[in-house]
């Protein structure tokens, strides 16, 4: 029977605690040790059995494992009973703390290293791309419009260009020292830039605000690429674009520490049907091999309307 299944493998405490905990927030094995209070082999155990009958997914990236609750299909129906029946239990809403704290430093962490090397950013994408001009590259696909966003935008390089072509550029980063390098550059220029602080997870822009929304190398950054993707969805315009630059899937763990990557890039398939499930027909693909770091891909898609396919499709 199906149902004794799952009931056998929620028929622990413990793997109760570690699948609500992951219902909310996709972690690493060293950071659900960390949480617990556990030794890894107990934990690896208990995450074995979760995986095994489809109440987990565990997503493998170069050598880290991170493990999230399966919110479909059976999934839902478990994580339903589970969060009704956890409701003010203090030791699972004491487990959700810990593991926000724990997310919360990462955001952190990632934030004070982009802070500490806004100044440096321009030299240290040699080190990552080599000559490869990657803004020249996008602008290949930029067409003239209104109003455009650099989510990720960092210093402000792209922005510069964009405005070759956009009338009033906006840029979004979470690093407040990278913006403020952005805004020594583009202050130097004039024309209508637009600087914000803020997640790309969770924009601070309104609903169809821009016709062109451009994440050039942030989504391997982002704890949640998909939420990032489906926030552009929210913001573009119907009828408007997205174009995202992204590495391919690689195995260079050396990034995580030298950039502070959290994915070590995408599978073509795996960013288009994003790009797909954010509201975007994508229209081509283009790939680049630079003379240092991964490979590069170049997606471009439409923000669909009604009566538009929206199927991904390479080129």
Same mark, same amino acid.
């Given at each position: 029977?199906?149902?004794?299944?799952?009931?056998?493998?929620?028929?622990?405490?413990?793997? !109760?605690?570690?699948?609500?905990?992951?219902?909310?927030?996709?972690?690493?094995?060293?950071?659900?040790?960390?949480? *617990?209070?556990?030794?890894?082999? %107990?934990?690896?155990?208990?995450?074995? !059995?979760?995986?095994?009958?489809?109440?987990?997914?565990?997503?493998?990236?170069?050598?880290?494992?991170?493990?999230?609750?399966?919110?479909?299909?059976?999934?839902?129906?478990?994580?339903?009973?589970?969060?009704?029946?956890?409701?003010?239990?203090?030791?699972?809403?004491?487990?959700?703390?810990?593991?926000?704290?724990?997310?919360?430093?990462?955001?952190?962490?990632?934030?004070?290293?982009?802070? @500490?090397?806004?100044?440096?950013?321009?030299?240290?994408?040699?080190?990552?791309?080599?000559?490869? @001009?990657?803004?020249?590259?996008? *602008?290949?696909? !930029? %067409?003239?419009?209104?109003?455009?966003?650099?989510?990720?935008?960092?210093?402000?390089?792209? *922005?510069?260009?964009?405005?070759? %072509?956009?009338?009033?550029?906006?840029?979004?980063?979470?690093?407040?020292?990278? &913006?403020?390098?952005?805004?020594?550059?583009?202050?130097?220029?004039?024309? @209508?830039?637009?600087?914000?602080?803020?997640?790309?997870?969770?924009?601070?822009?309104?609903?169809?605000?821009?016709? &062109?929304?451009?994440?050039?190398?942030?989504?391997?950054?982002? @704890?949640?690429?998909?939420?990032?993707?489906?926030?552009?969805?929210?913001?573009?315009?119907?009828?408007?674009? &997205?174009?995202?630059?992204?590495?391919?899937?690689?195995?260079?763990?050396?990034?995580?520490? %030298?950039?502070?990557?959290?994915?070590?890039?995408?599978?073509?398939?795996?960013?288009?049907?994003?790009?797909?499930?954010?509201?975007?027909?994508?229209?081509?693909?283009?790939?680049?091999?630079?003379?240092?770091?991964?490979?590069? *891909?170049?997606?471009?898609?439409?923000?669909?309307?009604?009566?538009?396919?929206?199927?991904?499709?390479?080129?």
């Amino acid at each position: 029977m199906k149902s004794l299944i799952y009931f056998k493998a929620m028929a622990d405490s413990t793997r !109760i605690r570690l699948y609500h905990i992951l219902l909310h927030h996709e972690m690493s094995v060293n950071e659900i040790v960390t949480l *617990m209070g556990m030794g890894q082999s %107990r934990i690896s155990r208990h995450l074995k !059995i979760l995986t095994d009958c489809g109440l987990l997914s565990c997503r493998r990236d170069g050598v880290w494992a991170f493990y999230s609750a399966e919110k479909e299909g059976a999934g839902a129906l478990v994580a339903t009973l589970v969060e009704s029946l956890s409701e003010g239990e203090a030791l699972i809403q004491e487990d959700l703390t810990r593991a926000e704290a724990i997310v919360f430093e990462r955001r952190l962490r990632r934030q004070q290293f982009f802070d @500490d090397i806004a100044p440096r950013w321009e030299h240290l994408k040699v080190d990552l791309i080599g000559d490869f @001009d990657l803004n020249e590259a996008l *602008m290949a696909a !930029i %067409r003239p419009c209104r109003m455009a966003v650099d989510l990720g935008c960092g210093t402000g390089a792209l *922005m510069t260009r964009l405005a070759e %072509r956009v009338e009033q550029v906006v840029g979004v980063d979470s690093s407040s020292n990278m &913006l403020k390098e952005a805004e020594k550059r583009l202050k130097a220029m004039g024309g @209508d830039f637009d600087l914000r602080l803020g997640e790309l997870e969770h924009l601070p822009m309104g609903d169809g605000e821009v016709d &062109l929304a451009v994440i050039s190398l942030a989504l391997h950054h982002l @704890d949640n690429p998909r939420l990032a993707l489906n926030e552009s969805g929210r913001v573009v315009a119907e009828g408007g674009r &997205l174009l995202v630059a992204e590495f391919g899937q690689h195995a260079d763990e050396s990034l995580r520490d %030298r950039f502070g990557d959290r994915w070590l890039g995408f599978s073509e398939d795996e960013l288009m049907g994003w790009i797909h499930d954010a509201g975007f027909a994508v229209e081509s693909t283009r790939h680049f091999s630079p003379s240092r770091g991964p490979a590069v *891909m170049i997606c471009q898609a439409v923000k669909a309307g009604a009566g538009t396919p929206v199927s991904p499709s390479s080129t």
